[in-house]
């Protein structure tokens, strides 16, 4: 009997269900939260066995740094009501971290337009 040989995407799947239950938690719990409010979460990637989950966020808001301190401080609650979401035996570790794909992507088009030719 042969072992069957498939690539499993379990590790995409838990990040993506991670993702979209705390943009839910986000919506739901600090959408008053002017710092908060104005946050996307764009992507994740599950990393260590599925224990920890990489949250990337955009923001609306200039400061950055204040978002990203917000988000750390509420990381923990956002975490217990992520467990009672999930229907899952262990609930992996989530971290924030800022997506500058953007600001990347214009200044990349910025070079691009000064060029000369």
Do not use: C
């Not at 950055?64 to 609930?91: C, G, H, P, S, W």
Request: hydrophobic fraction near 40%.
């Amino acid at each position: 009997m042969q072992k069957k040989n498939f690539n499993s995407n379990r590790g995409e799947r838990i990040a993506a269900k991670v993702q979209m239950l705390v943009a839910e938690i986000l919506r739901d719990n600090y959408s008053e939260d002017p710092i908060v409010s104005g946050v996307s979460l764009v992507g994740s990637v599950a990393h260590g066995g599925l224990q920890f989950v990489r949250l990337f966020y955009h923001t609306r808001n200039d400061d950055v740094a204040k978002v990203q301190a917000k988000l750390d401080e509420i990381t923990r609650t956002v975490r217990f009501e992520l467990a009672a979401r999930m229907n899952q035996k262990y609930v992996p570790d989530i971290k924030f971290a800022y997506d500058d794909t953007l600001e990347k992507a214009a200044r990349i088009d910025e070079l691009l337009n000064n060029l000369e030719v």
